[in-house]
């Protein structure tokens, strides 16, 4: 069992190899990289029969003494909300590849960069102690900023705020490290970092650190605008798609980090987290009614969720977890989705000069798909993610009846943001005269989304009906 466990951390650097030794301009780097990820989904899949999905506590673990002087004891492991986090990222990244244009296929860098952070955040999510977690922590600011770098096309501007505010966090996040480290005379595992006992003054250090350092991953005021201004000048739909992973990197952390009996020393970082979560829901919802790309409205969708998200990890209870994770599955394989076909719509308005309406209006298939991950966006009750936010939002309600109303107000918004657009799409297309011949989508990329819906709805009945267990 461990052994599969280490063949899932190490397969993505496997692939890295491979890709290295790929000739240029082919399209073999992008083969290595979709087998990699098919590969390690039957790996997560067979890891996944076998685990407890009734226990919070890390499973599966694999341990070895590094520098046993030093008391470096090197552990990953694995539970249930893991792994359905980690198999919804490598869905989602091959919905991007799959998607992607042919050029971007050939280009061997990119393959190689985006496999690279798979192998970081494969090991961020399967880290058992705090070392190995900072590490893989920090690796993952490299591949990313070299992706946004050299195929984002972001103004420099933007692309320093996006290193510094990324550089803030792993530099806010060490000497959190280094405390534990030197209260436990060793490395720690995650599972016991809640139950350590620290004076006010310390706790107080250690918390706003682990705070700061996870919260400028996640777009809360003031760190919303690091990646609206990078998300703006994005278009790769794959780095837009890796760029949307960073928020899941923060608020894993805050899963693992957060007591669920708070302590006296960060009891007033709770008002202030919900605070700032709740002013950015609203304003993101409210500029996303102003602004005309619906590139923005998918952003808008994502923030206002993954501060929802955010909300529900603070609450002092474990039960909500899995319904997090369900959540979490289902939104970042829907985001994808639209990504990966408003990028498609886009390039044909722009190729053929003409606007959404024209394009949907005269492609039946890609205007059926599109509209169906739009409604799931917006709450149609036909996946796990309309379940799973309705006992999330039901538990803030029960906590703060305040901050509920205020969540259920910006998610009203985003709804009707995503409603008003397609209308104005639809509405629009009945008079939209066809410019030329535009291409549908193939059969073979509508049955591709076909199964991707089938993924959704099956969850609607049972979020884990992939799983075959006694």
């Known amino acids: 069992m461990p052994a599969q466990l280490i063949l899932l951390i190490i397969l993505p650097l496997i692939g890295c190899l491979f890709s290295l030794t790929c000739a240029k301009k082919t399209q073999n780097a992008y083969n ?26 890390l499973q599966l673990r694999h341990s070895y003494e590094w520098i046993k002087e030093f008391g470096l004891r090197i552990t990953f492991g694995i539970d249930a909300f893991s792994i359905i986090l980690l198999l919804g990222i490598y869905i989602s990244v091959i919905i991007a590849l799959i998607g992607l244009k042919q050029k971007d296929k050939n280009n061997k860098s990119l393959m190689l960069l985006a496999l690279y952070f798979i192998w970081n955040i494969t090991g961020f999510f399967c880290a058992g102690d705090i070392i190995c977690f900072y590490t893989f922590f920090a690796g993952m600011l490299l591949p990313l900023f070299m992706l946004v ?7 420099k501007i933007s692309l320093y705020r996006f290193f510094i505010y990324n550089f803030i966090g ?18 720690v595992m995650l599972s016991e970092i809640t139950f350590v006992n620290m004076n006010k003054r310390i706790g107080m250090l250690v918390w706003f ?71 950015t829901m609203i304003f ?29 990890v603070i609450l002092p209870t474990d039960i909500l977890k899995m319904n997090i994770a369900y959540s979490c599955f289902i ?4 985001t994808a989705s639209l990504i990966i076909l408003d990028s498609e719509i886009k390039e044909k308005c722009d190729s053929l000069n003409c606007d959404y309406s024209a394009v949907l ?110």
Request: net charge neutral; aromatic share 18%.
């Open 32 to 57: 290595v990289v979709l087998f990699t990820l098919f590969s390690n989904i039957f790996v997560m899949l067979n890891l996944f029969s076998k685990l407890d999905i009734q226990s919070s506590s």
């Open 149 to 155: 770098g050299l195929f984002g096309y972001s103004q």
């Open 170 to 187: 792993i530099i806010a996040l060490l000497p959190a490290v280094i405390i534990l480290y030197k209260f436990f005379n060793g490395n």
């Open 209 to 279: 650190a682990v705070c700061l350092s996870f919260v400028s991953k996640i777009p809360v005021w003031p760190f919303h605008y690091w990646i609206s201004a990078v998300i703006s000048g994005l278009k790769n739909p794959l780095v837009y798609v890796i760029v949307n992973l960073s928020p899941l990197v923060g608020i894993y952390g805050f899963v693992r980090f957060w007591p669920l009996s708070v302590p006296e020393s960060i009891e007033i970082l709770v008002p202030i987290i919900e605070i700032f979560s709740i002013i």
């Open 284 to 312: 993101i919802a409210l500029i996303a009614f102003v602004n005309q790309m619906f590139f923005y409205k998918i952003f808008s969708y994502t923030t206002i969720y993954y501060l929802l998200f955010l909300l529900a």
């Open 331 to 334: 939104f970042l394989i829907v």
């Open 361 to 470: 209006h005269h492609s039946p298939k890609c205007a059926t798909v599109f509209c169906f991950f739009a409604l799931i966006a917006m709450g149609l009750p036909v996946s796990s993610l309309f379940w799973s936010n309705f006992v999330l939002v039901s538990a803030i309600f029960r906590q703060n009846f305040t901050v509920g109303v205020m969540v259920m107000f910006s998610l009203s918004m985003t709804a009707v943001v995503l409603m008003n657009e397609l209308l104005q799409m639809f509405t629009k297309s009945e008079s939209s005269p066809k410019p030329i011949k535009i291409e549908d989508i193939s059969n073979r990329e509508l049955i591709f989304w076909i199964f991707v819906i089938l993924i959704l709805v099956l969850s609607f009945f049972n979020p884990l009906w992939f799983l075959f267990q006694e």
